[in-house]
Protein backbone atom coordinates (compact mmCIF):
# COMPACT_ATOMS: atom_id res chain seq x y z
CA UNK A 1 0.00 0.00 0.00
CA UNK A 2 3.17 1.91 0.32
CA UNK A 3 3.62 2.25 -3.24
CA UNK A 4 0.36 3.79 -3.99
CA UNK A 5 0.51 6.34 -1.83
CA UNK A 6 4.32 7.08 -2.94
CA UNK A 7 2.57 7.06 -6.69
CA UNK A 8 -0.06 9.58 -5.74
CA UNK A 9 1.82 11.62 -3.21
CA UNK A 10 0.58 15.05 -2.33
CA UNK A 11 -2.35 14.84 -4.22
CA UNK A 12 -4.82 12.66 -2.36
CA UNK A 13 -4.32 14.97 0.81
CA UNK A 14 -4.57 17.85 -1.84
CA UNK A 15 -8.22 16.47 -2.83
CA UNK A 16 -9.33 16.23 0.87
CA UNK A 17 -8.04 19.93 1.30
CA UNK A 18 -10.30 21.43 -1.45
CA UNK A 19 -12.68 19.19 -0.78
CA UNK A 20 -13.37 20.68 2.35
CA UNK A 21 -12.84 24.29 1.10
CA UNK A 22 -15.95 23.35 -1.37
CA UNK A 23 -17.81 22.54 1.39
CA UNK A 24 -16.90 25.94 3.45
CA UNK A 25 -17.79 27.67 0.71
CA UNK A 26 -20.82 26.10 0.21
CA UNK A 27 -21.72 26.83 3.59
CA UNK A 28 -21.25 30.64 3.27
CA UNK A 29 -23.77 30.68 -0.01
CA UNK A 30 -26.21 28.70 2.19
CA UNK A 31 -25.77 31.41 5.09
CA UNK A 32 -25.54 34.87 2.83
CA UNK A 33 -29.02 35.76 4.28
CA UNK A 34 -28.32 35.17 8.04
CA UNK A 35 -27.72 38.04 10.52
CA UNK A 36 -23.91 38.10 11.97
CA UNK A 37 -22.79 35.10 9.96
CA UNK A 38 -18.92 35.16 9.58
CA UNK A 39 -17.62 34.39 5.76
CA UNK A 40 -14.92 31.91 6.25
CA UNK A 41 -12.12 30.18 3.57
CA UNK A 42 -9.47 27.74 4.14
CA UNK A 43 -6.22 29.04 3.25
CA UNK A 44 -5.51 25.95 1.01
CA UNK A 45 -1.95 27.43 0.13
CA UNK A 46 -1.05 28.23 3.35
CA UNK A 47 -2.07 24.49 4.61
CA UNK A 48 -0.64 22.69 1.93
CA UNK A 49 2.95 24.33 2.68
CA UNK A 50 2.66 23.12 6.51
CA UNK A 51 1.52 19.73 5.35
CA UNK A 52 4.82 19.89 2.92
CA UNK A 53 6.85 21.03 5.44
CA UNK A 54 5.54 18.37 8.45
CA UNK A 55 6.50 15.60 6.00
CA UNK A 56 9.94 17.21 5.20
CA UNK A 57 10.45 16.67 8.86
CA UNK A 58 12.30 19.99 9.39
CA UNK A 59 12.77 20.26 13.85
CA UNK A 60 14.66 22.07 16.06
CA UNK A 61 17.86 19.67 16.90
CA UNK A 62 18.60 22.08 20.23
CA UNK A 63 16.78 24.62 22.87
CA UNK A 64 18.78 27.48 21.32
CA UNK A 65 17.13 27.13 18.25
CA UNK A 66 14.02 29.59 16.87
CA UNK A 67 10.79 27.45 15.98
CA UNK A 68 10.14 26.99 12.58
CA UNK A 69 6.82 29.29 12.60
CA UNK A 70 3.69 30.56 13.05
CA UNK A 71 1.69 27.22 12.69
CA UNK A 72 -1.72 27.40 11.52
CA UNK A 73 -5.10 26.11 12.93
CA UNK A 74 -5.76 22.04 12.43
CA UNK A 75 -8.20 23.38 9.47
CA UNK A 76 -6.73 26.38 8.37
CA UNK A 77 -9.62 28.49 8.78
CA UNK A 78 -9.54 31.94 7.97
CA UNK A 79 -12.47 34.61 8.07
CA UNK A 80 -13.00 36.53 4.67
CA UNK A 81 -12.90 40.15 4.97
CA UNK A 82 -15.64 41.83 3.40
CA UNK A 83 -15.42 44.65 0.25
CA UNK A 84 -18.69 46.10 1.41
CA UNK A 85 -20.11 46.09 4.91
CA UNK A 86 -23.43 44.85 5.14
CA UNK A 87 -26.24 46.40 8.05
CA UNK A 88 -26.80 42.84 9.81
CA UNK A 89 -23.00 41.76 9.89
CA UNK A 90 -23.12 39.62 7.67
CA UNK A 91 -19.74 39.27 5.55
CA UNK A 92 -20.71 36.85 3.05
CA UNK A 93 -20.79 39.05 -0.90
CA UNK A 94 -22.45 35.97 -2.74
CA UNK A 95 -20.26 37.58 -6.02
CA UNK A 96 -17.13 36.71 -4.72
CA UNK A 97 -18.37 33.58 -3.33
CA UNK A 98 -19.96 32.18 -6.30
CA UNK A 99 -16.37 33.32 -7.89
CA UNK A 100 -14.24 31.30 -5.51
CA UNK A 101 -16.91 28.28 -5.60
CA UNK A 102 -16.23 28.26 -9.24
CA UNK A 103 -12.46 28.49 -8.89
CA UNK A 104 -12.53 25.79 -6.22
CA UNK A 105 -14.67 23.42 -8.22
CA UNK A 106 -12.40 23.44 -11.19
CA UNK A 107 -9.38 23.00 -9.33
CA UNK A 108 -11.23 20.23 -7.69
CA UNK A 109 -11.69 18.59 -11.43
CA UNK A 110 -8.46 19.15 -12.11
CA UNK A 111 -6.86 17.71 -8.97
CA UNK A 112 -9.76 14.36 -10.47
CA UNK A 113 -7.90 14.03 -13.43
CA UNK A 114 -4.94 14.25 -12.83
CA UNK A 115 -5.75 11.64 -10.15
CA UNK A 116 -7.49 9.42 -12.49
CA UNK A 117 -4.51 9.54 -14.74
CA UNK A 118 -2.09 8.59 -12.57
CA UNK A 119 -4.25 5.46 -11.20
CA UNK A 120 -4.64 4.69 -14.75
CA UNK A 121 -0.97 4.40 -15.80
CA UNK A 122 -0.31 2.21 -12.46
CA UNK A 123 -3.53 -0.08 -13.72
CA UNK A 124 -1.56 0.07 -17.45
CA UNK A 125 1.83 -0.81 -15.38
CA UNK A 126 0.67 -4.16 -13.36
CA UNK A 127 -1.38 -4.95 -16.07
CA UNK A 128 1.89 -5.23 -18.87
CA UNK A 129 0.05 -2.89 -21.02
Not at 25 to 54: C, G, H, W
Not at 63 to 69: A, L, P
Amino acid sequence: MNLLNNALGVHEKALKLKSQRLEVLAQNIANADTPNYKARDIDFKSVMNETLQQSTGMKATSQGHFSVGQGLDADGMRYRTPFNTSFDGNTVEMSVEQAQYGKAAADYQATLNFLESRVSGIRKALRGD
